[in-house]
Every structure is written in structure tokens, then in C-alpha cells.
């Protein structure tokens, strides 16, 4: 979009007081509310949040997470009190991210096949209470592995081919307990089109795909770890499977990939030091896509707001906003119900 350049030489009145004789005052438009509400180019709402929960095994039981301040990890029954209350602030969908007990973690994640795991009975517990709220479940081994990796490990090495046949059949087993939306996570070549292969063959053809297209290997998810228990097992990194935060490009065909095997939906994670790969990713493909306020975004955030460093509600506000600015259709956001609260009370 091409400018001009305002007239801009001052203009004296009578009194002697200086005038700018503009023909453009953008000021104009943010002079009342109204106005501003009127002309607002992105604007968050509730449709816009997904609320990521930590479950674990138990009963009528919290616990919470030190380095998520306000965020707990719920027994199963507990997720399902979640699930009602998010369905009353309609919040669309939940995503479930499991604390597996370390005893039933091996090292090829076995756990993540059963189909009675953590995973599968809060989503039957969930779609027999609130069978209206969407539920998105992450396919990826890390929290199954005593190795804190998201697929097999061989000699230090990941095996990309031999973690996708695992990943097809994890996918299975939580289509069948009632997962709306698959989510891969774990950033292995090929997953997207054999777990879409695995779902129409089994006949969950109306199962959607939600692509973490572009996943960075971050240190910005170090309290998710702490969530999931996977930050004291998981040895070496993880740079050899998710992405070098220097590349953009790369982002681009790996989304490209990903909407040639079947992927309905596109990730962008981490969320806001990555803003400039979900504005690319929606203007290339025009797919909705979605970006995740991770664990490190929201633990800094909730930090300063403890410490009265900050205001929290607008912080919170024009964080999320961010992210529709850039582009995004969604946001995974620890702060969802929080927001929506805000957002019902206008």
C-alpha cells in the first residue's frame, strides 16, 4: 500500500499560534471509544480460545504446577468439572496433555497405545458430560517415553519411520475414544499423511488434523516440561526433530507438506516470538491456523502480573490480540478461561 506524504508546513493563525495544515489526522479515529471499537482491525473473542489442561491419574485431585503459577494438573474428574465450565463460558474446545505415572513410561512409549490410558478416559469422560465442547489431543511419545523424546530413540538417534507407524496407531486409539481433532506434535517426516491414512481407513474420516506444522525447538516450553514430567528424563535436545529458530522458510515447506498429506489445520509453536511464521503460513495457504501461547510465554507473563510489574487484564488482552493480528484463526492460551470471563463481562 503506497502513502503520501502529508502537508506538514505550519501555518500561522492570527494569534501567532502554530497550525499543521493536514489534510490527514489519523488521531481522528482514536478519539473516543466508540470510535476505536468501530475501526479496530482485530478483535478477540471467545470463539478464538482453546484451553490447554494437564491431566494425571487420581481422583478429586489438584495439583499444581510451581512453575505455572494458576495452572494445576486435574484428575480425570476434575478435567471433566473443567470441561462443564469451559462449556458455559463457550470456550470451543480443550486440549489434554496427559501426566503419565513414571512407572508405566518405557522406552517406545508403549503406554500411548493402551487403550484405557490417561488420554482416552478423559475423553470418554469428557464426551459423555459435555459432548458439545471439541476435544484436541496431542500425538507425540514424550509423555509415554522414559526418555522425555516424542518418538523412538536408537543410539541417540530418533527414528523417524518406525516413531510414525506408533503415532498412527496412538492416533487410532484416541479417535476411537473420541478425540475431535488429532493434533501431531512431534515433528517426525511423513506423520501428517499416514495418520490421515490410518483414520480414513479406520473410518474416522470426519476426524480433523491439526498440524504443528511449524514447531521450533524452544526454550520457551521448560514449564510444560515441568507439566508433563518430562524435564528431568528427557535426555539431549530435541533439535534434530523440531525446528532451528533462525529458519523461516523452513517453516513454509514444512507446512506445505503437510497440507499436501490431508492436514486441515496448521500450528505455529511458540506463539508470540514466532508471529511472523503464523502471518506467513495464512497468507501461503490460507488454511485456519492456529498459533500456542506456550508454557515460557504464559509463565512470564503471569509472573510479572504477580509481581505488579504489569497490568494483567490488558497485558493479557493485547497478547492474545497479537496473535489475531498476525493472522491467527485460534489461540492454545493457559488464560483462556480467564478471558473469557473477561470477554462475557464485556
Not at 194 to 204: H, N, P, S, T, Y
Not at 209 to 218: D, E, G, V
Amino acid at each position: 500500500m503506497a502513502f503520501t506524504s502529508p502537508r506538514i508546513h505550519p501555518v500561522p493563525e492570527p494569534t501567532g499560534t502554530p497550525r499543521l495544515d493536514l489534510v490527514q489526522r489519523p488521531r481522528r479515529n482514536r478519539k473516543s471509544d466508540w470510535s476505536r471499537r468501530l475501526v479496530r482491525e482485530a478483535s478477540l473473542s471467545v470463539d478464538d480460545l482453546i484451553w490447554p489442561i494437564f491431566v494425571m491419574e487420581g481422583r478429586a485431585a489438584r495439583a499444581p504446577i510451581a512453575s505455572m503459577p494458576g495452572v494445576e494438573r486435574l484428575t480425570v474428574d476434575e478435567a471433566v468439572r473443567a470441561a462443564v465450565h469451559a462449556a458455559k463460558l463457550k470456550i470451543p474446545a480443550l486440549a489434554l496433555f496427559p501426566y503419565i505415572d513414571p512407572t508405566l513410561r518405557d522406552p517406545e512409549g508403549s503406554e500411548a497405545l493402551n487403550e484405557n490410558n490417561l488420554v482416552c478416559q478423559t475423553l470418554r469422560a469428557i464426551k459423555a458430560e459435555v459432548p458439545q465442547i471439541g476435544l484436541i489431543t496431542d500425538v507425540a511419545l514424550d509423555p509415554f517415553t522414559s526418555h522425555g523424546h516424542d518418538g523412538l530413540l536408537e543410539d541417540g538417534r530418533i527414528l523417524n519411520d518406525e516413531t510414525v507407524d506408533i503415532l498412527v496407531r496412538q492416533a487410532l486409539v484416541q479417535a476411537e475414544a473420541g478425540a475431535d481433532i488429532i493434533a501431531p506434535s512431534d515433528m517426525m517426516d511423513g506423520r501428517v499423511g499416514a495418520i490421515r491414512a490410518g483414520l480414513d481407513a479406520a473410518g474416522f474420516t470426519d476426524v480433523q488434523i491439526m498440524s504443528y506444522a511449524a514447531k521450533y525447538a524452544s526454550a520457551f516450553y521448560g514449564p510444560f516440561r515441568d507439566a508433563i514430567g518430562t524435564a528431568k528424563t528427557l535426555s539431549g535436545d530435541k533439535r534434530t526433530y523440531q525446528m532451528d529458530p533462525g529458519n523461516g522458510l523452513e517453516a513454509l515447506r514444512e507446512a506445505a507438506l503437510d497440507v499436501e498429506e490431508g492436514a486441515d489445520m496448521l500450528m505455529v509453536k511458540p506463539g508470540l516470538p514466532y508471529l511472523d511464521i503464523v502471518w506467513r503460513l495464512k497468507e501461503t495457504f490460507g488454511l485456519p491456523t492456529f498459533a500456542y501461547q506456550v508454557s515460557g510465554e504464559y509463565a512470564m507473563i503471569e509472573g510479572a502480573i504477580r509481581n505488579g510489574w504489569v497490568d494483567g487484564e490488558r497485558i493479557v488482552l493485547e497478547s492474545l490480540t497479537a496473535f489475531k493480528r498476525a493472522g491467527a484463526d485460534g489461540i492454545f492460551t493457559y488464560f483462556a478461561p480467564r478471558m473469557a470471563e473477561r470477554l462475557a463481562a464485556g
